[in-house]
């Protein structure tokens, strides 16, 4: 049996190279630095991070600041940022050619993040309008909606 390594409340730590799309890399491989699992933004820093990593057209690793903010904020925001982090997936399979998957958890992060209001609303309607055959710009529109 393989042995995973494991935060102190026994959560799997993924320690797998990455490459700039957010794919695993072979053990061993030469990858991208990734996001540090004690990383914990508050709502403002984890906002403009993830409008800079998408503004590098790096959504997995956005992805990856907004669910940190999500493990580590209040419970009333998990929904809020869970949402963004999903929102940011489904840019992640668009960019990589999964339009099915990418149209899935758009909408599926669109549903969470509705309720939240201005400006919440209206990244939620861009996230079941973008065009899944562009993923530069939807990851653009979604940058540009994503406000700290």
Known sequence: MITR???PDGRARNQRPRDAFGRPL???AEGVERIPDDYAPDAEEALAEARRLLGEERPFHAHE?????WKTGPARERDLWQGLAQICVGLTHLQRGNRRGAAALLARGAERIGAYGVPYEALALAARELDVEDAPAAIARIRDLLRP
């Open 65 to 69: 600041v907004l669910e940190a903010r």
């Open 26 to 28: 072979p053990h061993g």
């Open 5 to 7: 390594d494991r935060d």
